[in-house]
């Protein structure tokens, strides 16, 4: 199928750097082809910039495959764009009109801040993984792949936990700021496997605490997070952190 | 124990349990509302009201409850406050309405308007009737509860007031019902579309049960009262 080209206006947040109160600009761009990504399209943007003579706009990206979860940009009201499942760099121009005012803006969370243009800093998530989203092993060969039997629910509703690329989307799409989503899909990737056990009770404890102090809201159960979520991290793992982190509390 | 109350997980915990604690309140109160229909005047009503008055578990979980209200309220502000300071640069455009219910955006919303509604309710029934002993109890000479009741739903303002909060009511218990087990750690995919609908349920039928009361005394007037339905 052949695709079409768009003329697009595009107002995008520019910020110096985090001190900067920063504002909006607007830019135009033409003949863009709907078979090009969103980054691509501020690839374009950057292009007329730098031939200006102009600072280029300023975005997190890596992979641009879908699974680094860089691609940080709220764009008209939804994180990473109107599609559901979806990081920016698998968002197509297609999913846009001719025409069309596109408004692209950083996360906005306290616990996130902007260092420059649609760049945040989410090492706040790094903190909470390091305060205990992980397994401690000693060092040595793999053990049997089958030597632990684990029922297959378990290993699904694992995996598709540990599914979470950590991009931050859930904060961003939540009214309240919250990183429960992101926090309850670390604690439970582990909490369903034998190899999580000796450390879960720890583990939620010191992620939770982390993740209080890193200053993100609380959950009301709005479910944005998981509409948003590219991986479509389950609301189920949130119910399970509340669980975990009850019994942690009663056995602590 | 005081980790977990000023933790995040802890102080939602502790609105998802006053908040069920409340919804069996509104159970027991559709309940002796109900003894409102049986068309004796007012009879069974007074005397159900009056059997609670004189009942130590009662008199007991009444200070439960009046607890539960407090701590229910003061910890919903708390929480709405931290959800808004952590985001203090506000997006331009944002399309929360697209995922997320207008019901779970506005707790603190359809909350303040119920709470509203609790303290004139208790100025113009449990005030009269418990504190300044302007309505007296079934055996003596007076305004019984029932008369009372009667008189202010047919108050036009009163009804209207009524009937708004009973909406809100209903708005409420809509997410906060099934919000509660999620936050509970009760929700799994087993249960989450069972537990979603009976929150929209008993959302109705609390809705329903309360309005029937301001409805049916606004349209047939005092006299509802010895309607043998």
Same mark, same amino acid.
């Given at each position: ?130 305060? #205990?989203?992980?397994?401690?092993? $000693? =060092? /040595? ?8 039997? *684990?029922?297959? @629910? ?60 890193? #200053?993100?809201?609380?959950?009301? $159960? =709005? /479910? ?8 479509? *991290?389950?609301? @189920? ?16 | ?229």
């Amino acid at each position: 199928m052949e695709g079409s080209s768009l003329n697009l206006t595009l107002k995008i947040w520019r910020q110096k750097n985090a001190q900067d109160s920063g504002k909006f600009a607007t830019y135009n761009v033409s003949d863009i082809s709907t078979d090009m990504s969103f980054l691509e399209m501020i690839d374009v943007l950057n292009e007329q910039l730098i031939t200006k003579g102009e600072e280029p706009v300023a975005f997190d990206h890596d992979c641009r495959e879908g699974i680094c979860g860089m691609c940080s940009m709220y764009i008209n009201g939804r994180a990473h764009g109107p599609w559901n499942g979806t990081t920016t760099c698998q968002l197509h121009m297609r999913a846009f009109k001719n025409g069309e005012t596109i408004t692209i803006e950083p996360w906005r969370a306290g616990a996130f801040p902007v260092i420059k243009d649609l760049v945040v800093n989410r090492s706040a998530f790094d903190r909470i993984i390091a305060a #205990g989203g992980f397994v401690s092993v $000693n =060092t /040595g060969n793999a053990q049997d792949a089958n030597a632990l039997p *684990i029922p297959k @629910d378990d290993a699904d509703a694992s995996f598709a936990a540990a599914a979470c690329i950590g991009c931050g989307a859930c904060v961003a799409s939540c009214k309240n700021s919250s990183a429960m989503l992101f926090v309850s899909a670390k604690v439970s990737q582990l909490a369903l496997l034998p190899q999580g056990q000796p450390e879960r009770i720890d583990r939620v404890l010191n992620m939770v605490k982390q993740m209080d102090e890193e #200053g993100f809201g609380n959950c009301t $159960n =709005t /479910g944005s997070c998981e509409a948003e979520c590219p991986k479509e *991290i389950s609301l @189920d793992n949130i119910a399970r952190l509340n669980r975990e982190y009850l019994f942690a509390t009663l056995k602590k | 124990m005081t980790k977990f109350l000023t933790s995040s997980l802890g102080k939602k915990t502790v609105m998802a349990m006053t908040g069920l604690f409340l919804c069996i309140f509104l159970l027991e109160h559709l309940y002796t509302n109900v003894q409102l229909f049986f068309g004796d005047g007012g009879k069974s009503f007074d005397e159900a009201s009056h059997g609670m008055v004189h009942s130590i578990i009662i008199r007991i979980i009444e200070v439960v409850l009046f607890f539960s209200i407090i701590v229910h309220v003061y910890q919903a502000v708390v929480l709405t406050k931290n959800n808004s300071d952590a985001r203090p640069v506000k997006y331009a455009v944002n399309g929360v309405s697209k995922t997320s219910s207008w019901f779970s955006r506005n707790m603190l919303l359809t909350g303040s308007i119920i709470l509203f509604f609790i303290v004139v309710h208790l100025y113009n029934f449990f005030l009269p009737y418990r504190i300044t002993g302007e309505v007296v109890e079934p055996e003596a000479q007076g305004e019984h509860l029932a008369e009372r009741v009667a008189a202010a739903l047919t108050n036009p303002y009163y009804a209207a007031l009524y009937l708004i909060s009973v909406l809100f009511l209903a708005f409420h218990l809509n997410h906060g019902f099934q919000s509660a087990f999620q936050t509970l750690g009760a929700n799994t995919k087993k249960y989450v579309p069972i537990l979603k609908m009976a929150g929209t349920a008993f959302a109705i039928l609390m809705g329903i049960g309360f309005a029937s009361f301001p409805i049916l005394f606004f349209i047939f007037g005092e006299e509802f009262l010895n309607w043998n339905l």
